[in-house]
């Protein structure tokens, strides 16, 4: 009896940024933690027919940083940290995809990561979660949905980490935590969002 494919179709297809969570989750003031997002981002997996071979691409804006405190998230976009005004993108580019790994349809994707203008390898526990039509646009758009996470370190992009803080440890710990919701669909969402005024 053959099995149901899973996952998305081959071809190409498209990161849906209204309906995708980037998150990052980083030590702050030495014991405390705070949970960011990047709002705008754009991405493209291509899907081969032997899914080993697919490539994923993903950009987001470092200017859309944002942990719901205007000062603090004005202080990421400084040259202290991401220093956006000289490296305005976030950039992940796929180097391969090994199946397996922890839960149902897993899988690693291994990348490339460039923060601050500095590139490091990465590699994401990544999982198919499931499809379902768009919701506004049953007839014409269907979605894959995915769930990735990964640890990556400042100084390997040469970020800043605020300094030293007067009870120990720096401002920004070294390890960050990233946690990925993304929704992939088949259509281009460029038409749509330049529509209802998203800037993306």
């Known amino acids: 009896m053959e099995s149901t494919p899973v996952g998305p179709a081959p071809g190409l297809w498209h990161l849906d940024p209204l309906h995708s969570s980037l998150i990052f989750v980083a030590h702050y003031l030495r014991f405390g933690r705070v949970q960011g997002t990047f709002g705008r981002a754009r991405g493209r997996v291509l899907v081969a027919e032997d899914p080993t ?17 205007g000062a603090r998230d004005a202080h990421l976009r400084s040259a202290d940290f991401l220093d956006v005004e000289n490296h305005p993108e976030l950039r992940f580019t796929s180097s391969g995809v090994e199946p397996g790994g922890r839960g149902h349809h ?12 500095t590139t490091a390898p ?27 996470s990964t640890r990556i370190r400042l100084s390997d992009h040469k970020v800043g980490d605020g300094g030293e ?14 946690v990925l919701e993304v929704r992939l669909q088949d259509r281009d969402p460029a038409p749509f969002l330049k529509q209802i005024g998203h800037d993306s």
């Open 165 to 178: 803080v007067p009870w120990g440890g720096r401002l920004v710990g070294d390890e960050v935590d990233i």
């Open 53 to 69: 071979a697919s490539k994923v691409e993903v950009v987001m804006d470092a200017a859309s940083v944002n942990t719901g405190v």
């Open 106 to 117: 897993a899988f690693r994707l291994h990348g490339d990561l460039t923060v601050h203008g």
């Open 122 to 148: 990465v590699a994401l526990d990544a999982q198919w979660v499931g499809e379902a039509p768009d919701y506004a646009f049953p007839g014409d758009v269907y979605g894959q949905f995915f769930s990735a």
